[in-house]
Structure formats: C-alpha cells, structure tokens
C-alpha cells in the first residue's frame, strides 16, 4: 500500500493527497453514523490524472471509493474501517464547461455543487431545476450517482431525467467520454443511465451535459393547513388538474414536522393544523398571473373546506419564510433525538393509506416514537422519519428503531412501494434492498456490476453486500 501511494503523490503532487491527520471529514457520513478509515484521500485535478489515478489502484487491486459533497444519507460515499480503500473526491473537478442557452444545455465536472450549476445557468437566462436543501454541498456527481430528486421532481424529474450526457472513468482507468447534448439519440443501451444511481459501484462519473429549463420569472409560494391525510391528496389531485405545468414544488409535511421546527424559532403563518402543503408554482412569462390564480384556487379550496387555512407570500422574504419550515426539517430532526430515516415512496393514491397505517401503528406498539414525515407528495415520496428520545439511550433506541423500521418497510411494500425513493442504497439499506427486490433483479445488477467492474473494486459493500469470496480476497489484499 505504501508503494501505492507513493506512486499517487508522485503523480497528484502533495496538494492532491489529503494527509489522514486532516481527512476526518471524508472518513464519516453527513449524519455521523457511519465512520472509516482510508489508506489516502485523493483529489485530482483533471480527468486525465484522476484516470490514471485509477489506473495505479487498479494494478494494486485497491478499493476505490468515490466521494463528492459528502451529503449522502446512507453512507454511500464512506470508507469501511479497513484502512486499506482509497476515497477518491471530485473536490478538485468543479469547472462549468459550457452554458449552451441555445441548446438549453451546461457541461459541467462533476465536482461543480448543484448550487454552482444553477448559478451558471442564471447567468445566461437559464435555470438548472434540480433543487434540495443541500445543494450548496451537494455536488453534480453525487447528485447523478444516487439519482437525487428533491423539491422540483415533481414538474423536472429527478437527476437521471436531466441527465443528456456522461464523462466515466472505469474501474480500469479507462474514460468513456459520451458527453453528448443531444436530445434524441438512439444508439444502442443508454450507458449514462447506467452510471446514473449506480452510487459510486460502477466507475467515478467526471463530467456531465444536463438539460436546462426557462428561467422562471415569476414565483408564488403558499402555505396551507389541512386537516386529513385525504385531504392532502384531494387538494394535490385539485392543483395537479388546474395547474400543472406551473406547479414546481408541492411539498407535505406533518403537524409534528411544523411543531420542531417552531421549537427551533421558525414561525407557521397558518393555524396549527394535523398536516400541511407547501405549494410553489412559477413561470417563465412575467404576467403568467400565478398570484390571481393561486388566490382564486386557495379561496375555492377553504370554501370547499377542503383546507382549513392558507397563507399566500407577499414577498421574496415570506416565501423563504415559509421554505425554511420545509428546508430546515433535516436539520431540525438531527437535532430532536434519534432520528430514523425512512426514504420512502409509494403510489400517490396509497399516501394517506401509508401516513394513516403507519402512524396507527407507530402510536400503538411505540409510544416514545415521534412520526415526523415530510416530503415530496407529488411523487408519492414520503419521508417516513421517526424520533426517538435522546433519554431512551443508544442502545434502547437503537433497537426501538429496528423494529419501527421493519414495520414501515413492510407497510410500504405492502402499499406496492420502494423501500428507497431518492436517497439510494449505500451502506445503510444493503440488506433491505435484498430482502426487498426480485432476485431476477438482483442477479441483473450483479451481472452489470461484475461486467463493468469485474474485480468488485469500487465502492465495495455499497448496494451490494461483499460476497464471502470478495470478504476473502479483501481480506488478503490487507496481508499484502
Ligand atoms: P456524496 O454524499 O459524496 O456521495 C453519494 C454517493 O454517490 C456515494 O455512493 C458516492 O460514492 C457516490 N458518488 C459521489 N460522487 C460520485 C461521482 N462523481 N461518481 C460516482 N459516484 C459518486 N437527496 C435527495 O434526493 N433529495 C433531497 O431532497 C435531499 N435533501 C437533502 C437534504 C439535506 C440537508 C441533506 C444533508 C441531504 C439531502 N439529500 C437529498 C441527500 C444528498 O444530498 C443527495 O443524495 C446528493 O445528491 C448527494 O451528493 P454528494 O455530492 O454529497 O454525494
Ligand atoms: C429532504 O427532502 O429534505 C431530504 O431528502 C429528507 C431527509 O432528510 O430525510
Ligand atoms: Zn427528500
């Protein structure tokens, strides 16, 4: 290994190696509950280097493990504790290569942040739609790696929607460069795709051409309160009919959510209610009358007593106002206790189905539990998290959530679901997945994985447990 990375500092120059002393923060998850160690953090500088970075490991027989902002939620992007795998970050990859407002395209290297690309575009009248809370970190490789989705997927899709073309290093040092902008483009299997959730298994994405959409100019945020689960999804089916192409957020969260995230200072500008919509529509036409239209469908909807009360933003401060209630639930649910993350999606029907079970059984068999989900209900994609209370204890809590998250897996596949909607797979549901999916499914992403990475060198344990004969040979590798 030393040999290994004395080649890599002889190629990457010292400012490209992270000393161990000074790499804590890629050797742990966002959310600290997954930590390891690392025989080297690399950054290269260029595509070139960073494939022959590859290239060096590749010889040795190293384990690669690629990582971007480090914002993952289930601890894809995190070494195991060997010491022997190699994190490879794109921190150092972050050029825009090209705005194309014509084609209504920007190249960019994947360590570029989300928030990076949207700037960019703004600049040339564009807007890069993908859009979640951590996008100041979050980078575009990350975001194609686990197929991110966030706030705007409802009207853009998510990551893999936008995705047009790909810039691949390959476990074997190879680069595919496919990074075409073309809309239409019939050539064979649609290999970016492939790359796209692959979660750092397949190869170190570089670079990507994403598509573009109009530069909103116009924008109307609301907040509603409603008071059933059903009532949620009638006033989504309601909006969805009447206007559609404008809606770029629809957003619920719980009565729960909306009170921690009083207790961390925020206020509600409706009256307290069991659930909430968050609504966000916007236009690329300056006179589209998105606020006579929301107003007259608002005033409809509490007529109709389908919502209890509802606040329209008077100004660019209220709208954020109002976003922070959303925004800030991450960070606010780290904070209240043990929280249990449950990346959820179900069919939209099924979404007061999943919200009424779930919390009839949380409240029933868990009574310390909190329910405190929130999320993208235009997609059917809930985030079905629960808080424990710190005073329970590590361990007390740990196995309360074990079993508060078997519940829910299986409430939610019942509901004909995915156990895993935008976050992925990593390390933290390995098992799940399998217990989960069609093992003809399985046995197809096994087969691509070894077709392309055939050594089982990257991201190892990551979307797929180490089979006995990988743990073995790992495990020699460390002899040497
Ligand atoms: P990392 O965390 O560094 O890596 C994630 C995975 O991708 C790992 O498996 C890693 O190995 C792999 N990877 C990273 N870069 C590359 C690359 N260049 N090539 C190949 N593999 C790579 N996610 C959502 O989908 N929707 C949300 O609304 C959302 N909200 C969030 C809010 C907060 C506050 C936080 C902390 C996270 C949120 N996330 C959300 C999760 C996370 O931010 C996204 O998944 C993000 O896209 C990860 O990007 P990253 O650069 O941080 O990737
Ligand atoms: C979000 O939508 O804010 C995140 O994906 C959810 C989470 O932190 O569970
Ligand atoms: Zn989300």
Known sequence: MNDVIARLRELLGPDCIIDLALAEGFLSDWRGLFHGNAACVLRPRSTDLLAQSLRICHESGVAIVPQGGNTGLVGGATPDNTGLQVVVSTGLLRKI?????VDMSIVAEAGATVAELQNAAAEARASFPLSFASEGTATL?????TNAGGISAVRYGSARDLLLGMEVVLPDGRVWNGLRTLRKDNTGYALRQLFAGSEGTLGIITAAAMKLVPLPVAREVAFCAVKTEDQVLDFWMKLRAAAEGNVRAIEYLSGSCVELAKREGLRSPVEKADHYVLVELTSSRPEAGLKDFLEAFLTDRLEDGSIADAALAQSGEQQKQIWRLREDQT????????????????????????LRRSRAHIGAVFPDATLVPFGHVGDGNIHLNVILPAALGAERAAEQGRQISKSIYDIVVSLGGTVSAEHGIGRAKVDLLESKRDPVELDLMRRIKASIDNEGSFNPGKLFRLSRTETRSRKSGLSE
């Open 141 to 145: 490789g990350g975001a194609l790696a």
């Open 331 to 354: 960070e606010v649910q780290k904070k209240a206790g043990y929280d249990f993350k449950h990346d959820v999606a179900v069919p939209v029907a099924q979404v007061p189905g999943l």
């Open 97 to 101: 290569r090209k705005v194309d407002p």
